[in-house]
C-alpha cells in the first residue's frame, strides 16, 4: 500500500524487490523470522503501532508487518533506524550481519563456508571468469546478460555475494588455489572493453600471489579434457575432500573417493593442457595491451 508520509511517500514491496525469503532456506528463515519477532516485541513493548513506527522508518505499514511476521528481510538501514526509534541499545542493529548473510543465496553461502574451511582449491571454468577472480565491474556485466533479466536489486546481491566469497584470499593461513582460465572468457568484454581491461589487469594482479596460480586454455588447442564441463575440487586439512562437476551426480557436492578420483584426473589433464603459469601471465599482459 502506498501512505503519504512528510518525508515523502513510504516505501513497498514495489520500491523494493528481491528481498523475500528464499522458503527452502531453513537457516535464512529462522533468523529473519527471530528478527521480525525482536522488531515487533519492541514495537509492542513502547506502545507504537505499525502504521506509527513505518512512517517514522519510512515504510507502509503493510512492509512492516511483512518484515515482523519474517516474511521481508529487513534492510540494514531499517534495523539501525529501529534500533535507534525504539531505544534497544543496538542490539536491533547487531542483527545485520546474520540479516547479510540471509540476503546471499544459500548455495553461495555453503559454497563460502566450505571455501573458508578448505586448504587446497583446483577451480575450472569453461564459461567465465571464475567467481573468486571476478571483479565487481565483470560480474555485472555478467549477471546483467541474465535472461529473464535479474532487478538491479537482485544483481547487486549477488556481486555481494561474490565479493565476500573472496575472503578466502585473506585467511591465514592462506589455501592454494589453483584456476585454469578459457582464452575465449577472457577476451569477451562483458560490461565494456573498460571492464575488461580492468578484469585482466585484476587477474595478472591475483597471479602475483604466492598461494595463487593462473593457466590459460588456449582456444587453439587440439585436444581439451574439460568438455564435460567445470570442476570445483576442496581439499582440507583431515585429508577429505569435496568435488563438484555438472556431468556428476547430477552438479551435487560429492565425497566419495570414485568421484573425487574422477575430477581430479580431469582437472590434472586440463593443467597439462594449458599453459604453464608463466605463459599464461605473457598471455594475459598480450590481451590486456590489445584491449
Known amino acids: 500500500m502506498t501512505v503519504e508520509a512528510d518525508a515523502g511517500r513510504l516505501k513497498t514491496e514495489a520500491d523494493e524487490p528481491g528481498w523475500e525469503v528464499d522458503p527452502d532456506d531453513d537457516w535464512g528463515v529462522a533468523v ?9 516485541l519492541r514495537r509492542e513493548a513502547v506502545g507504537m503501532r505499525a502504521a506509527e513506527f513505518g512512517k517514522a522508518v519510512g515504510y507502509g505499514e503493510d512492509m512492516v508487518y511483512k518484515i515482523e511476521s519474517g516474511k521481508r ?34 548455495k553461495v553461502r555453503d559454497l563460502a563456508q566450505l571455501e573458508a574451511k578448505a586448504v ?19 560480474a555485472r556485466g555478467l549477471l546483467l546478460m541474465r535472461r529473464p533479466a535479474y532487478t538491479e536489486d ?27 582460465l578459457e582464452e575465449w572468457t577472457l577476451r569477451r568484454p562483458l560490461g565494456g572493453m573498460a571492464a575488461l581491461r580492468r578484469q585482466l589487469e585484476h587477474l595478472l594482479e591475483m597471479g602475483e600471489l ?10 587453439d588447442r587440439e585436444e581439451h579434457a574439460g568438455v564435460d564441463g567445470g570442476i570445483d575440487v576442496l581439499k582440507f586439512a583431515d585429508g577429505s575432500a569435496v568435488g563438484r562437476s555438472p556431468v556428476l551426480a547430477n552438479g551435487r557436492p560429492v565425497s566419495e573417493p570414485r568421484h573425487l578420483r574422477i575430477l581430479e584426473l580431469r582437472y590434472g589433464i586440463i593443467r597439462a593442457q594449458a599453459l604453464t603459469p608463466r605463459e599464461s601471465r605473457a598471455f594475459i599482459e598480450q590481451l590486456l595491451g590489445e584491449t
Open 32 to 40: 529473519v523470522a527471530t528478527v521480525g519477532r525482536q522488531l515487533k
Open 73 to 106: 528481510i529487513p534492510r540494514p538501514e531499517y534495523l539501525d533506524k529501529a534500533d535507534e526509534l525504539l531505544g534497544a541499545d543496538g542490539l536491533l542493529a547487531a542483527m545485520k550481519e546474520d540479516v547479510k548473510k540471509v540476503r546471499y543465496p544459500k
Open 120 to 138: 587446497e582449491l583446483q577451480l575450472y571454468d569453461p564459461l567465465n571468469v571464475h567467481g573468486l577472480l571476478q571483479t565487481p565491474e565483470y
Open 154 to 180: 537482485e544483481v547487486e546481491r549477488f556481486i555481494a555475494a561474490r565479493v565476500a566469497r573472496k575472503a578466502v584470499f585473506e585467511r591465514d593461513p592462506v589455501p592454494e588455489l589453483s584456476f585454469v
Open 210 to 219: 604466492r598461494n595463487v596460480e593462473l593457466q590459460v586454455m588456449p582456444m
